[in-house]
């Protein structure tokens, strides 16, 4: 049975940082596209940065280039989504999703396992 629980969310001033995590169980992650959505209230979901099955690079979409990274941990089997520089439109409920038959690039494709979300709020 696979499992991925979010943990990390929280309320940070605007051009604060934030590190989210994604804890995984039943898969190994290496093998395994990771990706991060969000969703702000009375918004659709947005995915925001993958990294594909065959792990050849991160994908970003424009809105948090330059200040998002995520990183496997295929150690311990967790993905830590480091977000710097935060702004208020990045307020959502934050989701870690995977899939193994997902390739590069790792944007638009369906992923089969999601978390349960974690909320980010960015505000002063």
């Known amino acids: 049975q696979v499992q991925l629980v979010e943990s990390g969310g929280a309320l940070v001033q605007p051009g604060g940082s934030l590190t989210l995590s994604c804890a995984a169980s039943g898969v190994r992650l290496d093998f395994y596209a990771v990706a991060w959505f969000r969703q702000a209230p009375g918004k659709e979901r947005e995915e925001v940065i993958c990294?594909?099955?065959?792990?050849?690079?991160?994908y970003y979409s424009d809105s948090v280039k330059g200040r998002f990274t995520l990183t496997k941990h295929n150690a311990n089997n967790t993905v830590v989504l480091q977000m710097n520089n935060l702004k208020p439109e990045d307020t959502a409920v934050y989701y870690c999703a995977v899939d193994p038959m997902v390739g590069a690039p790792c944007f638009g494709y369906p992923y089969d396992y999601w978390g349960q979300g974690t909320q980010v709020t960015v505000s002063s």
């Open positions: 990294i594909p099955a065959t792990n050849v690079a991160t």
